[in-house]
Each structure stands twice: as structure tokens, then as C-alpha cells.
């Protein structure tokens, strides 16, 4: 297993490809089920939050467990936060990286060096021309695919779905991206291993690896 890469050291990497645990959810069910428990004690004096505390202290995840905190809302009452295991800063979601160069632990995002894939890729033709419109048709069809959607309703996604898929297939970008997904596996069974190995250290010399 390799050693995660100091942080300094390291590229940012997709959001998108972590795993996510919300910690909102749990909150509101942990704070349920004491309301059920002790209805005589209210919610917001010192004896509620303590208990709340000390149950959400019992929580773990991956056998990983975390510290929390309460702050005041703007029109009243409270609300609880996670605190980054790494530097404490204040959360309501940690992430886990798929990644070898990051470590098995739930952190925030700053810790592991993540940013959303539109960030990463953003400026770059690909993003614009593949990957995003690719993300915007995906999203159309979960909509589509919700029961309660009525023609009425879908008559714009429709239209819209139409327009961005027109603009894909026309696309030169597109159209080299999806060539080289269909046929790079293709290609790489037609070739004898001799002719593999041949092909990736020209790659090699080409990006100026081999010189070095």
C-alpha cells in the first residue's frame, strides 16, 4: 500500500469520486429519537445538548469516530457541526477519497484536496464541450424518469435534452472522445504485447520521459 503524498506535494482530485457521508441527516435523527426518549427535557437546554453529545460521540464510521460542536442561528436555537479530525475546521460533510495518495479518513475537503470536476476542468475544451453537457443530459433524464412527470411538464427537458444533444454529436471534441473510448480497449486487444510495449515508450519519448 503506498504512503498518501504530503499535501503540498499533491494535484487536486474530483469531488465527485469520493465517497460522502452527510452529517445533517444524522443529526436530525439522533436529535428525533431523544425528543421520543425524554419529551420532559426541551431541546435546547444544556442537559438535551449534553445527551445529544454524548450519542453522537458513539457514532463511528469505518471504526473512525469524530468530535462536534453547537453554534447559535441567526433567528434562534442552535445547530450542530462536525469537526475535520485533521484541522478541526467546522463541517456538515467529510469525505473519502478512492485515492492512493490520500489517507483512509473521513476529512474535509481542504484536508484532501478535492475540488468539483467543473473547477478542476472548467477552462479546459473538453469539460466544456464533453463532460459538462454529458452532466447536463444525465441530470434531464432523472428528471424525465420521475413518476410524476407529466408531458406538460417534460415538453421543455424534451426540447432542451434534444438541443444539447445536437450540440454534443456536432462537436469535435465529442466526437474524438467518444472514438478513442470505443476503440482504445479494441485496439489495445488487436496488438501483440511486443507492439504494446513498443507503443508506450514511443508515448514515453514523446512527452519527454525517457530523457529524463
Known sequence: MKKPIPKEQRKFIPLESCAVFSFLPLFTRIKEE????????????????????????????????????????????YRW??????????????????????????????????K????????????????????QLENIKKLLLKKSMTPEKAKHLLDAYDRIEQQLKSAS???LWKFQKEHKTKVKELLPPEALIQLRLDRQAESGELSK
Do not use: W
Open 173 to 175: 471534441e465529442y466526437r
Open 34 to 77: 431523544l425528543r421520543k426518549k425524554f419529551p420532559d427535557i426541551p431541546t435546547g437546554s444544556e442537559e438535551f445538548i449534553k445527551l445529544m453529545y454524548k450519542t453522537l460521540k458513539a457514532f463511528s464510521l469505518n471504526d473512525q469516530q469524530f468530535d462536534y460542536g453547537t453554534q447559535g442561528n441567526y433567528l434562534g436555537g
Open 116 to 135: 468539483h470536476t467543473s473547477a478542476i476542468l472548467g477552462p479546459t475544451p473538453r469539460y466544456q464541450k464533453v463532460i459538462r453537457p454529458l452532466k
Open 81 to 114: 457541526y462536525v469537526l475535520c479530525p485533521e484541522c478541526g475546521k467546522k463541517c456538515f460533510k467529510l469525505y473519502l477519497p478512492e485515492e492512493e495518495s490520500r489517507a483512509k479518513l473521513y476529512l474535509c475537503k481542504n484536508c484532501h484536496s478535492l
